[in-house]
């Protein structure tokens, strides 16, 4: 069982930066890829970017703007993300899953915060 806790989400202008973070409970967390993903409203979930023991991958839609990261130390996980757009507006999820990097199959989510980008 692990339990993720998201945070850092809100408002901000297209072109501004938010860093989200993700709190994790429990023991290893250091085995597992842990992902972001976000659903805008009307939208199917969609994956953000993953970081496994060493390696990182994102969508192309945030390629070059947003940066995940770990401290294992700390059991947390972020999600820094510059330059902002409209279309970045979602509801972000944290994510853990014991398979590797390209994995399709999270086991455990957190309840999500929100990210709104005006224009």
């Known amino acids: 069982q692990v339990q993720l806790v998201e945070s850092g989400g809100g408002l901000v202008q297209a072109g501004g930066s938010l860093r989200l973070s993700c709190a994790a409970s429990?023991?290893?967390?250091?085995?597992?890829?842990m992902g972001w993903f976000r659903q805008a409203p009307a939208k199917e979930r969609e994956f953000v970017a993953a970081?496994?023991?060493?390696?990182?991958n994102y969508a192309d839609s945030v390629k070059g703007r947003f940066t995940i990261s770990r401290d294992n130390a700390k059991d947390t996980v972020y999600l820094q993300m510059n330059s902002l757009k409209p279309e970045d507006t979602a509801r972000y999820y944290c994510?853990?899953?014991?398979?590797?990097?390209?994995?399709?199959?999270?086991?455990?989510w957190g309840q999500g915060t929100q990210v709104t980008v005006s224009s």
């Open positions: 994510a853990a899953t014991l398979y590797g990097l390209g994995s399709n199959n999270y086991d455990y």
């Open positions: 970081v496994g023991r060493m390696l990182t």
């Open positions: 429990g023991r290893s967390f250091n085995t597992y890829t």
